[in-house]
């Protein structure tokens, strides 16, 4: 038994005609649908969800002829309504689910006779069509071939490259500071008061993987009332972000510094105003964060900011931990993907369950970079309409570039280690890509990221007879002067 995706295009009465396209789930064993509009058929659609059309009682006389009828999912088969629909007149079935849309089966054998189009459509679409496009609407049934590729992922892969490379270049910029704060006994107390990073050291490391382990589990299970949590956590932690990003580039701008004091401290007007600002956009995301159209690119503005500030905020001490860090990660992406299957009742990941809003929550999840699908096709209505890459495919080879660019300010190796490590995460997200498009199917991307990066760093390291330096990090930067 075969289900596959399509698409209902319907049009409204109005001058010009309002249109909408909705995901159908149909079985190609017993129909064809065409591939593309210029070869489909319009049919006047019957609203009759008021019935289950399950016996030939149920059909009203004369309504069904020549139309598309929709009826609602009851006890009786498929073929059973499309036989009873068949002998009223009516050219396709359209059968409105209030559930989750599931494959269409049954034994078509017992039906030979029954030849119009059988498609399963989610209740609700239903409803937006009338309130859309009226109550005189003209549907039609088409399966446009998926695309090879997908250009949205071009447009991923520029933000997580960009995210990684100015996340890296902005923690080695701090270390530069630190390192000039040390050197300058006079401004040492003051950049202390200003330094906020976070050092991870291998047990750290492992807490933080074990949280990771938790929290997923966690999530797959009470995701219900845990997403809002994560909700709530993501517009503070993106506002702080975005506000600490911002502030970075205003503080290179040397006009408009007047200050107020309150409470026996003084800051800058703009720093407030910008506040303000970033705590705007946090609510604003908050409250319209479904709506589609828009919302997703303030969603990936906050995720860049919040992905800068992490990789900039939290150092790795040395290389050690970073092989500790993005081999355990690893080993929680491939379990949670490839093999809980195995273990869940229904069959799915939990990884890829959590990220889609398991058991049909229609919240998701923010911590993703979403950009809407370019390419028209049946998966972006039937599944997900947005190409997605979690933060943590950015913040944890992020870690290591930044590792990277710290190691080059304090060895004054001219960039090397962080252009090749910023080179080879692009590389591991064209492979990413390539495995995507060949598989058709998610792939967990540190699973080519990590090893991408981390043998690049490695290979640098030993190349340049550096690899005990570059592994244990050390105190080779105490005795750093400035130029």
């Known amino acids: 038994v075969a289900a596959d995706e399509g698409i209902l295009h319907a049009s409204g009465s109005g001058v010009p005609p309002v249109t909408k396209d909705y995901c159908i789930i149909y079985n190609s064993n017993w129909v064809t649908l065409p591939k593309t509009l210029n070869n489909a058929t319009f049919r006047a659609l019957e609203n009759l969800t008021s019935t289950v059309l399950c016996s030939p009682s149920e059909a009203p006389s004369g309504l069904m002829q020549d139309k598309a009828v929709v009826v609602m999912r009851g006890n009786c088969t498929f073929l059973e309504k499309a036989r009873i629909a068949q002998r009223s007149g009516a050219k396709m079935l359209l059968i409105a689910s209030k559930s989750r849309l599931s494959a269409i089966s049954d034994n078509k054998t017992d039906f030979e006779d029954v030849t119009l189009p059988i498609a399963l459509i989610r209740y609700s679409d239903i409803v937006d069509m009338q309130l859309v496009l009226g109550n005189e609407v003209n549907v039609t049934l088409y399966s446009p071939p998926l695309p090879e590729f997908d250009y949205s992922m071009v447009v991923i892969f520029l933000i997580a490259v960009f995210t990684v490379a100015l ?205 809407p699908r370019l390419e028209h096709s049946a998966s972006t209505l039937c599944d997900l309409p947005f190409s997605l890459l979690g933060f943590g495919d950015i913040i944890v080879p992020g870690l290591l570039v930044a590792y990277c660019r710290r190691f080059d300010v304090q060895t004054r190796s001219s960039s090397v280690y962080y252009i090749s490590c910023t080179i080879a995460y692009a590389v591991g997200m064209v492979l990413t890509f390539v495995v995507l498009a060949l598989m058709k199917m998610g792939q967990p991307a540190l699973l080519y990221l990590v090893p991408c990066t981390l043998i690049t760093s490695s290979l640098v390291a030993w190349r340049r007879k550096e690899m005990k330096k570059f592994w244990k990090g050390s105190s080779y930067q105490v005795g750093w002067m400035p130029r």
């Open 167 to 371: 996340g890296g270049y902005w923690s080695g910029v701090a270390e530069l500071e630190n390192l000039k704060a040390v050197a300058s006994p006079g401004e040492r107390e003051t950049r202390r008061k200003k330094e906020e990073n976070v050092t991870f050291t291998p047990v750290t490391v492992i807490l933080f993987v074990v949280i990771c382990c938790v929290m997923l589990v966690l999530l797959y299970f009470f995701y219900k009332w845990l997403v809002y949590v994560i909700i709530s956590v993501f517009c503070l932690a993106s506002a702080m972000s975005l506000y600490n990003c911002l502030a970075a580039l205003i503080g290179e701008i040397p006009i408009g510094q007047c200050r107020v004091t309150c409470c026996n401290k003084t800051i800058e007007v703009r720093l407030i105003f910008l506040a303000v600002f970033c705590i705007a956009a946090a609510v604003v995301w908050a409250v319209f964060r479904n709506e589609d159209r828009w919302a997703w690119i303030l969603q990936d503005i906050l995720g860049v900011a919040f992905c800068l500030n992490f990789i900039k905020t939290l150092k790795m001490p040395n290389f050690k931990s970073c092989v500790i860090l993005l081999g355990l990660l690893l080993l929680y992406d491939v379990f949670f993907v490839f093999i809980t299957p195995f273990i869940t009742k229904n069959g799915a990941s939990i990884m890829v369950e959590v990220a889609a809003g398991p058991f049909g929550n229609t919240e998701k999840l923010p911590v993703v970079i979403r950009v």
